[in-house]
């Protein structure tokens, strides 16, 4: 299927039985959870989906809330929203997590059945009392009920974002805690007054992972990009149907 393409970009796509790690995102695994064909369209023929917009207001948040929990790590303190919550568990420092916070590097580990190298950005880290870490992932948005569960069927990415990062972590030699956290800023919007700050309600969500789904999926993936078959589209992926409706609409306007 690829010798029919020409690449958009010629770097990092994945050229069948390459010796070198291939390097797999985290996201790239939710790409492929999401839709197989966009995947392979995007890792192997150099055909990405139309970039998203850039949510300036969420990494405002993210890099002010990791100055924050940074000044109780540097006391060793508890955060007031860990108390508030009665949570047994501290940010903790480690040699690394500036690597592993850095979008451009992250947690890696190199999986040896497929030889890819999977990697992922963690948001913070904390640690029990047991001497377990645990993942911690701040989320923003702004609605107008209180969140306390992830509940919505697209939270399913940020269930399986935080079991990759467990899973990188536990592979790492580290012992982490099957209980991760969701720092979620919910942006109040029925203020009276703007006043030229926006206020948040924040809430601290425990989701308790499991990653032994990982593994198959990253053979999966392999399979896939090893193929010179297209795979089939996700089932719910709007940039397919989109496409295949315009293939329509094309079709008809030409036998016109």
């Not at 609605?143 to 509940?151: A, G, H, Q, S």
């Not at 990415?157 to 979620?184: D, H, P």
């Not at 397919?240 to 293939?247: A, F, G, I, N």
């Amino acid at each position: 299927m690829s010798e029919y393409y020409t690449p958009l970009r010629k770097s990092g796509l994945y050229t069948p039985g390459a010796s070198a790690p291939f390097k797999i995102s985290r996201s790239k695994i939710e790409l492929f959870m999401e839709c197989p064909r966009c995947f392979y369209l995007d890792r192997k023929i150099g055909v990405s989906r139309p970039p998203g917009f850039p949510f300036a207001l969420n990494s405002a948040v993210d890099r002010l809330l990791k100055e924050e929990f940074d000044i109780h790590r540097a006391q060793g303190s508890q955060h007031p929203l860990i108390k508030e919550y009665g949570i047994d568990a501290l940010p903790i420092s480690h040699e690394q997590l500036d690597d592993w916070r850095n979008n451009f590097v992250g947690v890696r580990h190199l999986h040896q059945q497929t030889n890819f190298l999977v990697y992922g950005a963690i948001d913070d880290l904390w640690q029990n009392s047991q001497g377990e870490y645990i993942v911690v992932d701040y989320k923003s948005t702004s609605k107008t009920e209180k969140i306390t569960e992830l509940n919505q069927p697209w939270q399913l990415s940020y269930k399986r974002q935080m079991e990759i990062y467990q899973w990188l972590l536990t592979r790492n030699g580290l012992k982490v805690f099957k209980t991760g956290y969701f720092v979620y800023c919910n942006g109040i919007s029925d203020k009276k007054a703007f006043d030229k700050k926006l206020e948040f309600e924040i809430t601290l969500i425990p989701y308790k992972g499991g990653s032994s789904w990982v593994e198959n999926t990253l053979c999966k993936m392999k399979q896939c990009l090893e193929s010179n078959t297209l795979p089939p589209p996700g089932s719910e992926c709007d940039y397919c149907l989109y496409y295949k409706t315009r293939q329509k609409i094309n079709k008809q306007e030409n036998n016109d």
